[in-house]
C-alpha cells in the first residue's frame, strides 16, 4: 500500500520560500527516488522534483510559491499545493497552509516583550475552549463549531487556547480563513513529578507530540504548542522531560512558539524551556478578592518581564450559574463572575507587559460532581453549555476586548457552505464540504 502526504515548512515568509516534506508510506521506497509533480493554486503546468526518499522522507527544498501572499489575522491569505507521485507509484495530495512568520519580538512601541506574526505585536484576546456541547458530546458538527467563532468575533476576541487535547481538525481549518489564533496542545493534564520524569512516560508524551504536529502542521492559525497543562514543573526532575518536549516542537520546525500553562508560577524550575510563559491562577476566586487581581496579574507579568519573554495569562476566571443575578454580588452570581471578569480585562488590555489572555472558559462544560461543581458542571463559562450568554459577563468583556479592536465585534463574519465543483482542490484539500467567507 503506497501513499504520501506532507507538509509545507516555511523557510522564509517574506520571501514565499518553502520547503515541501513529503512522508511517503511504502516500504519498498524507503531508499529510492522518486519524482514529485508540484502546483500551486491550481497551476496546470507546476514543476516536477526527483528527490532521494530516505526513511520514508523525501524533501523538497527552497520552493518558491509563486505569487505568494502573507497570512496575518487582519489578511488570512492561503494558498494551496498539489504534491502527485508520479514515478514509482501513483498518489497525489493537495494541502491548504499559509505563509506567515511567529516570533517572539519587543514592541518597538513599548519596550515589552510580544508574541509577533509577520514581526507585528499581536495582543492576544480570548478564551481557553473545550470540545464539548450536550447535545453533540465530543464531537461537534460543523455548524456548532462556527456559531462559536462568530460568538468568539462578536465577543471582540481573537484567540482561543484550544484545551486540554488536539481538537477538531474543523475549526482549525475554520480558524485559518478568518484569521483566529490558536494556541493547541497535547493530552497529559495535571501530571504528577514521578509521572514527568517516567522515562516510559516521556516517551509517549513525545509521540502523541508527534501525532498532533503531523495532523496540525499545516494550520496557519496555529501559532502556539502546547504540552503538559499545570504540570509538576515546580520539581527540577521534571524538566529533562519539558526541555524534550520543546526541543521536539523545535525539531519538527512548527513555526511556532513553544509554551505551557502552569499552575506552578513564579516557583517553576523549568520556564528556560519555554518561548512564552503562560501561568494559570484564580484571584477572586481560589483564594483573595476581586480587589487583589490587578496586583496578582501585573506581578506575574513583571516576573517574567525579568526572563525577557512575553507573557500570557493562560487561564482566570470565576464561576456563575447560568441566570443567578443577586444584587448581594455572591459566589455563583453572573454578577460576581462580572466583577472578576472586568477587572481581568481592564488589566489585560491596558498593560503592554502582558501579550494576552485566554480565560477560563469559553462556555460551561460537564465534569465530575462535587461541592466545588454545581449542577456537575465547571460553570466558568462567559456562555452556558448551550452557548447562552451569561449577559453582563458577557458585555463585560465584549467591552474590554472590542476597546483594544475596535472593529472585531462590528465585523462579525458569516461562513456558510458550497457545494464542492469537479477538480475542486480546496474542497480536495480538506476532504469535505468548503467554507466561504
Same mark, same amino acid.
Given at each position: @500500500? ?17 520547503d515541501l516534506r513529503i512522508r511517503v508510506h ?35 527544498t527552497e520552493v518558491t510559491v509563486p505569487n ?29 497552509? /499559509? ?13 515589552? @516583550? ?17 470540545? @464539548? !456541547? ?21 465577543? /471582540? ?6 484545551? !486540554? ?9 475554520? #480558524? ?43 494550520? +496557519? ?17 521534571? #524538566? ?29 524550575? #523549568? ?15 481560589? /483564594? ?5 487581581? +490587578? ?30 443575578? =443577586?444584587? @448581594? ?14 477587572a481581568v480585562t481592564k488589566t489585560v488590555v ?5 501579550? /494576552? ?5 469559553? #462556555? ?19 456562555? =452556558?453549555? !448551550? ?51
Open positions: @500500500m503506497f501513499g504520501i502526504h506532507f507538509s509545507v515548512v516555511i523557510r522564509k515568509a517574506k520571501e514565499g520560500m518553502v511504502g516500504s519498498e521506497l524507503t531508499s529510492a527516488k522518486e519524482t514529485f509533480a508540484v502546483a500551486f493554486d491550481g497551476d496546470t503546468q507546476g514543476q516536477v522534483y526527483s528527490e532521494v526518499v530516505m526513511n520514508g522522507i523525501a524533501v523538497i505568494h501572499k502573507l497570512w496575518s489575522p487582519q489578511m488570512p491569505q492561503l494558498h494551496l499545493v498539489q504534491i502527485s507521485a508520479i514515478s514509482g507509484f501513483n498518489d497525489s495530495v493537495v494541502v491548504r497552509f /499559509g505563509i506567515r512568520e511567529v516570533s517572539s519580538c519587543k514592541d518597538s512601541k513599548t519596550g515589552s @516583550m510580544a508574541v509577533c506574526v509577520n514581526e507585528q505585536p499581536i495582543k492576544l484576546l480570548g478564551f481557553s475552549k473545550h470540545d @464539548m !456541547h450536550p447535545a453533540f458530546g465530543i464531537s461537534l458538527p460543523d455548524q456548532q463549531l462556527i456559531q462559536d467563532i462568530q460568538l468568539l468575533k462578536q465577543l /471582540g476576541g481573537n484567540y482561543y487556547r484550544l484545551v !486540554h487535547y488536539p481538537h477538531n481538525p474543523h475549526l482549525l481549518d475554520m #480558524c485559518d480563513k478568518l484569521g483566529i489564533l490558536l494556541w493547541q496542545e497535547t493530552l497529559g493534564w495535571g501530571l504528577s513529578e514521578s509521572m514527568i520524569a517516567n522515562p516510559t512516560i516521556r516517551t509517549q508524551l513525545l509521540h502523541d507530540l508527534g501525532e498532533m504536529v503531523n495532523n496540525t502542521f499545516n494550520h +496557519p492559525s496555529v501559532i502556539i504548542w502546547a504540552f503538559l497543562n499545570e504540570g509538576a514543573s515546580d520539581h527540577t526532575d521534571s #524538566c529533562e522531560t519539558y526541555k524534550a518536549l520543546s526541543n521536539r516542537y523545535k525539531e519538527l520546525n512548527v513555526n511556532g512558539l513553544v509554551s505551557w500553562a502552569s499552575n506552578r508560577k513564579t516557583n517553576d524550575k #523549568c520556564l528556560e524551556a519555554a518561548e512564552v510563559v503562560s501561568f494559570n491562577s484564580y484571584p477572586g476566586w481560589y /483564594g483573595g478578592s476581586v480587589n487583589d487581581i +490587578p496586583s496578582t496579574i501585573l506581578g506575574e507579568a513583571e516576573f517574567v518581564a525579568q526572563l525577557g519573554k512575553p507573557f500570557i495569562k493562560s487561564e482566570i476566571g470565576a464561576g456563575a450559574i447560568p441566570g443567578w443575578q =443577586d444584587p @448581594m454580588n455572591g459566589f455563583w452570581t453572573e454578577n460576581y463572575q462580572s466583577l472578576v471578569l472586568g491596558s498593560n503592554s507587559t502582558i501579550t /494576552g489572555v485566554s480565560l477560563w472558559q469559553f #462556555c460551561d462544560t460537564r465534569t465530575k460532581p462535587g461541592i466545588e461543581r454545581p449542577r456537575a458542571f465547571n460553570n466558568k463559562g462567559i456562555l =452556558d453549555e !448551550h452557548r447562552r450568554p451569561k449577559q453582563t459577563s458577557f458585555l463585560i468583556v465584549q467591552m474590554a476586548y472590542t476597546s483594544f479592536n475596535h472593529t472585531a465585534a462590528s465585523s462579525v463574519t458569516q461562513l456558510t457552505y458550497r457545494t464542492p465543483q469537479n477538480n475542486d482542490l480546496e474542497a480536495e484539500s480538506r476532504k469535505t464540504l468548503v467554507w466561504t467567507v
